[in-house]
């Protein structure tokens, strides 16, 4: 159990200017600060400062009603929704599902209710894995939002969504049965895509003590020809979709990749074998359907505990593509192509933010006149 825990005996009971500063030195202690959300710290303050205002003095009046708090911080009209069949087990199951009318996804209200959310979740939860506690069990009475944040079919995460499952993971990591999966999300928030996690063998990496990168194989796409026994082959031709490149881990997720490669350095006897999985130990191919389904599992699963899953706007690659947006917020085209592996064209769909410009224009195409 982790030393801090011998100093707070019952969160619940911990002031809220107290709390938040306890949040933030774990955010710092676990470094689960993700790129491009430098300024999530002052924005928790702000948020414990609000409840303050508003007459909560603990952790426990929070959690008594976390609902009306959100509703308080936010000045939006939530109400209570009523899952239906269609909605997600998660949905279904969820204790305090909230939705709100007059609001657009998309639009500033929106995008702060969901934010306001996801800090009040990481404030409650973050000093119970500051206490050795189960933050799990903390983040199963927040209440979730059926609105959708954005109108995208499909988008990254954001900076606050990325938080927050960095700490569903990081408490997963404590789990001997569950830290494999939290390396599989490490990989996946360095760039891989679900099912590339599945192939990334210690070979790949640049490093086998604190790795900062891995290599990424890419991935292609069988063409199938069209019918003609004059063109009959044994093997179909390969498409190139994603490049290979190279993945990025920040402090966080080496430090979650690092102690997975322990675990499987002492199961093996303490020799490892550079070309074992780090995060898949499954039967089938590897970067296969069936391997990247499994993966895809495990992330949802991270979704679902951070109370993000049923949301319309989201998958598992969501967690691949937030460095790449990040990137592109920040201006740096390149990075963001590297990052994603794809042809420019593909990249501008799968992110939100427009990549920026090229810094050299393109070559001027000659024109031709018609002949009169």
Request: aromatic letters at 4%.
């Amino acid at each position: 159990m982790p030393a801090a825990a011998r100093h707070i005996p019952n969160t619940d009971d911990l002031a809220l200017a107290d709390a938040a500063l306890l949040t933030l030195a774990t955010w710092r202690n676990e470094q689960l600060l993700p790129i491009g959300g430098e300024d999530l710290p002052s924005d928790l303050q702000r948020l414990a400062e609000s409840l303050t205002r508003h007459g909560y003095a603990t952790l426990r009046d929070v959690r008594a009603d976390a609902g009306a708090a959100l509703q308080q911080l936010t000045g939006l009209p939530l109400t209570p929704y009523k899952p239906t069949k269609k909605d997600t087990r998660s949905l279904r199951e969820a204790q305090i599902p909230l939705t709100v009318t007059d609001c657009h996804p998309g639009s500033e209200d929106m995008h702060r209710l969901h934010r306001q959310r996801n800090l009040l979740a990481a404030l409650l939860a973050s000093p119970e894995l500051a206490a050795g506690g189960d933050p799990d069990a903390i983040l199963a009475t927040m209440p979730v939002l059926v609105a959708r944040r954005t109108m995208h079919t499909f988008r990254p995460f954001t900076a606050d969504e990325m938080l927050l499952c960095r700490l569903v993971a990081t408490a997963a990591a404590r789990r001997p049965r569950s830290l494999q999966g939290a390396a599989t999300f490490a990989l996946a928030d360095g760039g891989a895509t679900p099912g590339e996690t599945t192939g990334v063998r210690i070979c790949d990496l640049d490093r086998w003590q604190a790795p900062s990168g891995f290599a990424l194989p890419g991935s292609t796409r069988t063409i199938p020809l069209p019918y003609d026994p004059a063109h009959a082959t044994d093997k179909l031709p390969q498409r190139q979709l994603r490049a290979a490149r190279t993945g990025r881990l920040d402090d966080w997720g080496s430090r979650i990749v690092t102690r997975q490669l322990t675990v499987l350095t002492r199961a093996a006897g303490g020799e490892l074998d550079p070309a074992t999985r780090v995060s898949y130990g499954g039967g089938h191919q590897p970067g296969g359907q069936q391997a990247t389904m499994s993966a895809q599992r495990v992330i949802d699963g991270i979704l679902v505990k951070a109370g993000l899953y049923h949301l319309a706007d989201i998958t598992a690659k969501s967690v691949s593509l937030y460095a790449a947006q990040v990137a592109a917020d920040r201006g740096d085209r390149q990075a963001a192509l590297a990052l994603t592996g794809e042809t420019e064209h593909r990249t501008r769909r799968l992110l939100t933010a427009d990549l920026p410009r090229p810094t050299s224009p393109r070559p001027a195409t000659p024109r031709f006149r018609r002949a009169a």
